[in-house]
């Protein structure tokens, strides 16, 4: 008994290891410059499909439309977004959903990779969800978002040059601008 404990034990320990070897961790941001142009950074993450990518580089398009959160209670209005623009319909603009989450460690991260890969059952949405492990406040300053409170669209390019940007519940208003600037 004593001895298959142990196994067990060493085997967790291993199959973590490489969990977390495998992943990149938190994302390091340089210092933004107060009064240049906001621009999204570069970094290495991993989507829930546990693919590795280099944005904004590896956008999914030319121009694509990133839906940004900052706590899980935002959630059904990036829901909501999603089904107001269509998002899971053919021939829908290239996006992707960013939950941006202040590093919690490790462990934890890994934690909440698998509770928000359990929670979506579609692997095409979980191909286009990256979590962002970084400090949120320096990420908002990178982007010129005014704040975590809401969440936010921003339509950005290969290069990391931010074309448009809108806060908050979804209005007719912004979806017109969303769209303007996705073509």
């Not at 694509?64 to 209670?73: D, K, N, P, V």
């Not at 959630?75 to 992707?96: C, E, M, T, V």
């Not at 959903?97 to 462990?107: F, K, M, N, R, S």
């Not at 290069?159 to 007719?172: F, K």
């Amino acid at each position: 008994m004593r001895v298959t404990l142990v196994i067990l034990a060493v085997a967790t320990l291993i199959g973590l290891t490489f969990v977390f070897l495998k992943a990149p961790g938190s994302v390091t941001l340089p210092t933004a410059v107060s009064g240049s142009a906001h621009r999204f950074p570069h970094m290495q993450v991993k989507n829930l499909s546990d693919e590795i990518k280099t944005l904004p580089a590896d956008f999914p398009g030319e121009r694509t439309l990133l839906l940004i959160a900052f706590q899980r209670e935002q959630q059904d209005n990036l829901d909501d977004w999603s089904a107001r623009l269509k998002l899971r319909d053919p021939g829908s603009p290239a996006w992707l959903e960013l939950p941006v989450i202040d590093d919690p460690g490790a462990l934890l991260r890994w934690f909440v990779d698998v509770g928000m890969k359990n929670g979506i059952a579609d692997k095409a949405v979980r191909d286009r969800v990256f979590s962002i492990y970084t400090p949120r406040e320096k990420f908002i300053r990178h982007l010129g978002l005014p704040g975590t409170e809401q969440v936010h669209l921003v339509v950005a390019d290969r290069s990391g040059n931010i074309l448009c940007r809108v806060t908050g519940d979804w209005s007719e208003e912004k979806d017109n601008l969303l769209r303007a600037a996705l073509k």
